[in-house]
């Protein structure tokens, strides 16, 4: 809930071009960060995960990196395909009961021809 | 990779009606989920379970019941269901024995209150 925050609700980008896609975070424990990717009426899947401070974790063109100073793990990808559109949602776990996911609002980013 | 099945895929009731949600996962996870998918809000967590006949109240509980029969099938019980509660309702499973553990999620059921 208010744990994870996702500034951009709607991102809309042509094809080929970068993007980076905001997450912020409260918390009082050490994190663990995740992205997770939902395709049109498709179910939410891991994208990419990190609970190292300031090392870049990459997946399918993805990357994010933890900083804990800034409290912060922004997606990006370097160049952006259609097949890309998706919402994409930040989550958080943090202790005591790392077993529990806080996710924020969600961003949906639509890439254009 | 886990799989999260849920049944039925779409529901309509009217106000005050009962539903029953069911989901099932078959990779022996012990930790099982059930959330709301809502625009704006992303994904809130009603209930959630770590093992069979435990039960453990998530942020959005109001409303909801929830019951873990098995390792396997995990319930979402809405006794009188409101049109608040129309929603895309997702379940969930992860292996806790792996600590901080990817959670998997099933297809989704949408369900309307009229």
């Known amino acids: 809930g208010d744990s994870v925050t996702q500034t951009e609700g709607l991102v809309t980008l042509t094809k080929g071009l970068p993007v980076m896609l905001n997450c912020t975070y409260q918390t009082t424990y050490s994190p663990f960060l995740f992205w997770y990717v939902q395709h049109l009426n498709e179910a939410p899947k891991l994208l990419l995960k990190?609970?190292?401070?300031?090392k870049r974790t990459e997946h399918q063109g993805f990357y994010a990196t933890l900083h804990k100073s800034s409290s912060s793990f922004h997606l990006q990808k370097s160049s952006v395909q259609l097949s890309d559109s998706a919402l994409y949602f930040c989550a958080l776990s943090e202790g005591p009961n790392y077993n529990v996911l806080y996710f924020g609002s969600g961003t949906k980013l639509t890439v254009e021809p | 990779e886990a799989a999260v099945t849920q049944s039925p895929r779409n529901k309509v009731t009217v106000t005050g009606g009962n539903v029953t949600l069911s989901c099932r996962q078959t990779?022996?996870?012990?930790?099982m989920y059930w959330y709301r998918q809502d625009t704006g809000h992303g994904l809130r967590l009603i209930h959630y379970?770590?093992?069979?006949?435990?039960?453990q109240i998530g942020d959005v509980p109001d409303g909801y019941k929830a019951t873990r029969t098995t390792q396997e099938d995990f319930f979402l019980l809405l006794e009188l269901a409101s049109p608040s509660q129309t929603s895309l309702y997702f379940c969930?499973?992860?292996?806790?024995?792996?600590?901080?553990?990817?959670?998997?999620f099933g297809p989704g059921t949408r369900l309307t209150v009229l």
């Open positions: 990779n022996s996870h012990n930790y």
């Open positions: 969930a499973s992860s292996d806790a024995g792996l600590g901080v553990a990817e959670q998997f």
């Open positions: 990190s609970s190292t401070d300031n």
């Open positions: 379970s770590y093992g069979a006949g435990n039960l």
